[in-house]
Each structure stands twice: as structure tokens, then as C-alpha cells.
């Protein structure tokens, strides 16, 4: 049947249209005009043309043609036309079934494939030593791939690149990857050029090229591929093949999010914790993280877990903190690992158990993080929830350490300071702080000024000392300032200054560091490196106390027996100085002596008891107490008379410089020369 238009025929061929006749001459091809825009196929000057394709009446060549089963020949890019428009699949003439299709082919060879996937997905065959059948099917499979691909299918050159990325059921082979993928990246394909793009980023079969891996993330992305549309987001936010930009970056992280792709709603949701590329929002932080993590992305759920026990964008929750970092640690994460651990240490959000706590930090550890090698060896070095091994501390210590973690060599130091589960060696101590205090971890700062003001392991330096000790100082290292506080106030490799001694000892007062409390009180109270004010001083006086330092319990003690900056209390004194005083801190133990002898404060008068608190601070070389004890024992009051164990007290609180004293010494003396002389000092 010969119609007698294109038109016509497309119209009818279907109904049997009527056959008309038409010359020959007339149904041949035109000659194409100079302007060349004829789109109608012609042969090749060489061509040798066998016939007319029936479909679009134009010469077909033996290049061009297609016989179908049935004999009758067509250009294959007119049956392919037909599929496309969804008509009956038979041939036009005689209506024979048409060949399946090279997409019909290629879902055949999908068929294939997926049978021995999921055969290997379950464990019941390996890709290297595949059964028999199992080979065979793969080999079809890659054969009609081939076939498909070599003829120019982007699906099929697409599916065959993935195979040799893989390297499933073929060598593998990224130049052959490489190679296919850029076939059907080059049709518009969009996984294709996504594929192509990772392995131009990652150099794998190519020449490693950034901008290339841009180029062709972007041409997928604009498809609509959301994992392309991730990596575009990726490759703007790092500034790499392309010029950084994290507005671009968070709008197809956004696109690709919008897609349910979890990476991006991971990526995304961390642009907005961060307030890079869009607004910062907490709120749709936690919002993208969790539909990252209701898909089952650990870093995601660990994510969430970390919002949700800091009560960032979501209400403060440890146990919805636990629940997710087990979700990811479960998945084998190790930082979730990690932070389970530690809130199994602590309690929180769970029961404490440092056995769990073990556990986990086992797990992250096995993974090599640091961080929990040296929390896991810290529990080795106390026995909580394992056996103490200081051995093993020593291990962890050291695993984490030569990762150059700060607590760690910090840590390792302190083990061979006291020579716990490893030789003692104090030099070998010193290097590890000094490690430690490199990287700038504070306490190591603090540690290492300690051990060059010592000279321990190395040469003391005092001037170097206090540098290491404001480096951790300056990074809010409380013990560090309190020390530096000191360390000014005596001018200790330092130019003296008590405006910088006061100013160091209130920052660590203010962090509580009682020794530091009592320091400032004391300076306040005599007015040096800032203004004089007992009130405040008697404040930090009473914080340090609460603390148990005896130094502030003292001082206190007698700004309440002489009613300065507080109200003038007897009892309170006593009770400050009993308390300082039963930690053997001289001066209160002299003050309490003063008061039992005067029956002050509500204790009863008593010199004996009196006596025993001068002998205890006098023998610790507190120079009053010696001096009053001198007094009782030249008296015989609270003691027996005796004028040998008067001088003995009177002449060791003359060595140290005390005047009256020595007065007391040379009035005994001159007594004892000429009797009639009025008695001592301590008689009534």
C-alpha cells in the first residue's frame, strides 16, 4: 500500500486506507534546498539504497535498515518513533509482532541482574564465586547491556558503567565506568552524568578534576537528580571546581531535601544550625534532621540527640538524647557511641552505669576515637564499670595520644609522673605535658607551668612558668588563674604586681576556686591591687569557708571577734576558728586559744584548753602562740610553772623576729638574776 501523503498515512494507516497511485517519480526525494534545513534522512553518497521504509516513504540504505522477522525492512529510528507513540506493536504491513525493543531489552537484562543481586544480598553466593546458573544469568545479563550500550542506549551505557564501577559480575574497572557513563552522560542521562561527576571529584578512572565534577553534577542536578543536586550543594558550600557559596549551596541542599534525599536534609539542616546560607534557625535545624533521622541516618540521629540534650530547637531532653545517640550508636557511629557512654557515666537521661558506659565507649574507642579512648581510659584508671588496669589506661592513653589528643598525652603524662602502669620517668612525663600544652589544652598549660616552676623533668624555669600558665590563664583554666594570681602578687618570674595578682585572683574566685576566694578576700581586706572594702572581703572570706579552706574559716573568724565588715560576733568567731583550727591551720588554732583563755564566744573559760591550742599552733612555729605560751608556762597557767619551758617558747618566737618576746626572754633572765624584781608577764 502506497499513501499518498505523510500526513495521510499517519492519519489512516491504521483503518486499511485505500491505496492510491502514486508515481514513483513523485514519491522520491526531493533534492535538499541550499539552505540545508531538510530534516528528511538521504543516503550516503556510498550508501546502497535497498528499498523505501513503508513509514516516513523515504529511501532506506543498507546502513539504515531494520528487517523485522516478518522480511519487511524500515529505518530503525521509524519503529523506535512508533513504540514511542504507544502504538500497536506489529509491523505496519502485515502486522506481525514487532522485536522487543532495546528499553524492553534492557529491563530484561535488569530482570537478570537483579535475581543474582539479591541472591548475593542474601549471603547465598559471593560476586567472585557465583554458581553455574547464577553465572550464566549475569553473563546474559552484561551481554544484552553491552549489545544495548554499544548500540548507543544511554540506560543500557549507564547500567553497564555502574557494573564495571562495582565490579559486579566484570572485572572491576573505573576507566571502563568512566568510559560508559560518559557515553550516556553525554545523551543527557542523568545518573550518568552524576556518576561521571563523582568520579571526576574522587579522580577514579579519570584525570581528578573538581571543575569537571561541577560541570557534570550540575548538568544532572538541573534534571532533578537529587543526589547530584546533594553533591552540587556540596562542591558550592567547600568553594571546590566552583566559587563557594553557601546560599547556593543550601538551595540544592533544598532541592535535593525537598526529595526526601536524607544526606541533603542532614546538610541542610546543619546550614541552618550554623546560620550559613540561610537564616539561623535552630527550630528547622532540628526539622531537617529529624526527617534525615526518621530515614535511618546515624549522623543525623546523632545530631538530633546532641539538639535535643543541649534543648536547641527542641525541647531539653537526655533521655530523647539517649534514645537517638543508641540509634546511631547501634548503626555502629562512633560519636553517638561516645556520647551514649558518657551519659551512662553521668546519669543523665538514663541509670548510671558505668558498665554501659564501658560498653559504649568500648565501641567508639574500637573505632579509634580518641576522645573515648581516653574516657575509656579513665575508667580503666579508677575500676569504674571495668577492673582497674592502670596497664590498660596506659594503652587507651597512648592510642589516643599518638592522635594528638590534648587529654590524652595530658593524662599519659600524669601516669608517668606517679609511674602508674608505666615506669616512672618524670622527663617522659614532662614531654607528654608539654605535647598536651601544644595543642592547647589548658590544664596541660597549668600542669606544665607547675613542672617548669619546679624544675621537674626539665630545667626550672620561672619566667617560661608563668607564660604557660597564662596561656591557660587566658583560656579560663581556673587553677591556672589562681596560681597567676599568686605568682604576681610575689613577683615570681613576673614583675610584682598586686593590680594584676588581684585581677587573676577574681577570675578564679568567680569560678569558685576557694583558695582564690580566700586570697581575694585577704586582698581586699588590706586594700592591695584594689580598693580596701572588709564587707566584700568578708563575703569571699565566707564562700572559701563554706569550701572548708581554713585560711578563709581563720580570717573570717577574726573579722567577726573585731566586728570588721560584719557585725562584732563571738560565737561565730568560735565556730570559725574550731573549724580552721581542727584542720590544723595555726593562726586559728592560736585565735581559738585566745578565746577559750577569755571564755569568749560562749566557751567556757579554760587554760588548759587554752594552752593545748597555743602548743598546737606554737609547734608549727606560729610565733604569737609561742610567745603566749611562754607566758603560761612562766605563769603556770593551764600548765605547770616553769621558767626552762618559758624561756624555750619566749626564745623560739625571738628567733623569728618577735620583739616582745625577746622582752619577755630578758625580763626572766633579769629575774632570775635578782628574784625581788615584779613577776612575769602571764601571772595574775
Given at each position: 500500500m502506497v499513501y499518498c501523503s505523510r500526513d495521510c498515512q499517519r492519519a489512516h494507516w491504521k483503518a486499511n486506507h485505500k491505496k492510491y497511485c502514486i508515481p514513483k517519480a513523485d514519491r522520491a526525494p526531493q533534492p535538499q534546498s541550499a539552505v540545508g534545513d531538510s530534516k528528511e534522512e538521504t543516503p550516503e553518497d556510498d550508501a546502497v539504497v535497498v528499498g523505501e521504509c513503508s513509514i516516513c516513504l523515504d529511501p532506506l540504505t543498507d546502513a539504515s535498515a531494520k528487517t523485522l522477522s516478518c522480511d519487511h525492512m524500515f529505518h530503525s529510528s521509524c519503529i523506535d518513533e512508533l513504540r514511542k507513540f504507544g502504538l500497536n506493536q506489529s509491523c505496519p504491513l502485515c502486522r506481525t509482532p514487532l522485536p522487543p525493543g532495546p528499553e524492553k531489552n534492557v529491563e530484561e537484562a535488569t530482570r537478570r541482574f537483579m535475581a543474582i543481586y539479591r541472591l548475593v544480598s542474601r549471603g547465598d553466593a559471593t560476586w567472585s564465586t557465583l554458581p553455574g546458573p547464577a553465572q550464566q544469568e549475569i553473563d546474559a545479563a552484561i551481554t544484552g547491556w553491552r549489545e544495548l550500550a554499544e548500540g548507543g542506549l544511554a540506560s543500557a551505557q549507564h547500567n553497564l558503567g555502574m557494573m564495571y564501577e562495582s565490579g559486579y559480575g566484570v572485572a572491576q574497572s573505573d576507566v571502563q565506568a568512566a568510559k560508559w557513563f560518559r557515553k550516556a552522560a553525554e545523551q543527557g542521562h542523568a545518573a550518568a552524568q552524576c556518576y561521571l561527576g563523582i568520579l571526576f571529584e574522587e579522580g577514579r578512572g579519570v584525570v581528578r578534576s573538581s571543575a569537571e565534577a561541577a560541570r557534570w553534577y550540575k548538568k544532572s542536578a538541573e534534571q532533578g537528580f537529587a543526589q547530584a543536586q546533594f553533591y552540587l550543594g556540596h562542591m558550592l558550600e567547600r568553594g571546590r571546581g566552583v566559587a563557594k557559596s553557601d546560599v547556593e549551596a543550601a538551595q540544592?541542599?533544598?532541592?535535593?531535601?525537598?526529595?526526601?534525599?536524607?544526606?541533603?536534609?542532614?546538610?541542610?539542616?546543619?546550614?541552618?544550625?550554623?546560620?550559613?546560607?540561610?537564616?539561623?534557625?535552630?527550630?528547622?535545624?532540628?526539622?531537617?534532621?529529624?526527617?534525615?533521622?526518621?530515614?535511618?541516618?546515624?549522623?543525623?540521629?546523632?545530631?538530633?540527640?546532641?539538639?535535643?540534650?543541649?534543648?536547641?530547637?527542641?525541647?531539653?531532653?537526655?533521655?530523647?538524647?539517649?534514645?537517638?545517640?543508641?540509634?546511631?550508636?547501634?548503626?555502629?557511629?562512633?560519636?553517638?557511641?561516645?556520647?551514649?557512654?558518657?551519659?551512662?557515666?553521668?546519669?543523665?537521661g538514663v541509670s548510671q552505669s558505668y558498665k554501659e558506659a564501658a560498653k559504649w565507649l568500648k565501641k567508639a574507642a574500637d573505632q579509634g576515637m580518641p576522645q573515648a579512648l581516653c574516657n575509656l581510659g579513665q575508667l580503666y584508671e579508677s575500676g569504674n564499670g571495668v577492673e582497674l588496669n592502670y596497664f590498660e589506661a596506659a594503652t587507651c592513653f597512648r592510642k589516643a595520644a599518638a592522635q594528638n589528643f590534648g587529654p590524652a598525652q595530658c593524662n599519659l603524662g600524669i601516669l608517668y609522673d606517679t609511674g602508674a602502669g608505666v615506669k616512672q620517668d618524670v622527663v617522659e612525663a614532662a614531654k607528654w605535658f608539654k605535647k598536651a600544652a601544644d595543642q592547647g589544652f589548658a590544664p596541660a598549660q597549668s600542669i606544665y607551668g607547675s613542672v617548669l616552676e619546679k624544675g621537674t623533668g626539665v630545667k626550672q624555669n620561672l619566667k617560661e612558668a608563668a607564660q604557660w600558665y597564662q596561656k591557660a590563664a587566658e583560656q579560663g583554666d581556673a587553677m591556672a588563674q589562681s596560681i597567676l594570681g599568686n605568682i604576681y602578687e610575689e613577683g615570681r618570674g613576673v614583675a610584682q604586681s598586686d593590680v594584676k595578682a588581684a585581677h587573676w585572683t577574681r577570675k578564679a574566685a568567680e569560678q569558685g576556686i576557694a583558695d582564690a576566694q580566700a586570697s581575694l578576700g585577704r586582698m581586699l581586706e588590706k586594700g592591695r591591687g584594689l580598693g580596701k572594702s572588709e564587707s566584700e572581703a568578708a563575703q569571699w572570706y565566707k564562700k572559701a569557708a563554706d569550701q572548708g579552706d581554713e585560711a578563709a574559716q581563720s580570717n573570717l573568724g577574726s573579722l567577726y571577734a573585731n566586728g570588721r565588715g560584719v557585725a562584732k560576733n563571738d560565737p561565730e568567731a568560735l565556730r570559725c576558728f574550731q573549724k580552721a583550727a581542727t584542720q590544723g591551720f595555726a593562726p586559728a588554732q592560736y585565735y581559738l586559744g585566745v578565746l577559750i583563755e577569755a571564755g569568749r564566744g560562749g566557751a567556757a573559760k579554760d587554760d588548759a584548753r587554752a594552752a593545748h591550742w597555743f602548743q598546737q599552733a606554737a609547734s608549727q612555729g606560729h610565733p604569737t602562740a609561742q610567745c603566749h605560751l611562754g607566758m603560761l608556762y612562766e605563769a603556770g597557767r593551764g600548765v605547770p610553772r616553769s621558767d626552762t619551758e618559758a624561756a624555750q617558747w619566749y626564745m623560739k618566737a625571738a628567733d623569728q623576729g618577735m620583739g616582745q618576746a625577746h622582752d619577755y626572754l630578758e625580763a626572766l633572765f633579769s629575774r632570775r638574776r635578782d628574784p625581788k624584781q615584779k613577776s612575769g608577764p602571764g601571772r595574775r
Open positions: 540544592w541542599y533544598q532541592k535535593a531535601a525537598d526529595q526526601n534525599f536524607a544526606e541533603a536534609q542532614c546538610y541542610l539542616g546543619r546550614l541552618y544550625e550554623e546560620g550559613r546560607g540561610v537564616a539561623h534557625s535552630d527550630v528547622k535545624a532540628a526539622q531537617w534532621y529529624r526527617k534525615a533521622a526518621d530515614q535511618g541516618m546515624a549522623e543525623t540521629q546523632c545530631n538530633l540527640g546532641i539538639m535535643h540534650q543541649s534543648g536547641r530547637g527542641v525541647a531539653q531532653s537526655d533521655s530523647e538524647a539517649a534514645r537517638w545517640y543508641r540509634k546511631a550508636g547501634n548503626q555502629g557511629f562512633a560519636q553517638a557511641q561516645l556520647n551514649l557512654g558518657v551519659l551512662y557515666e553521668s546519669g543523665r
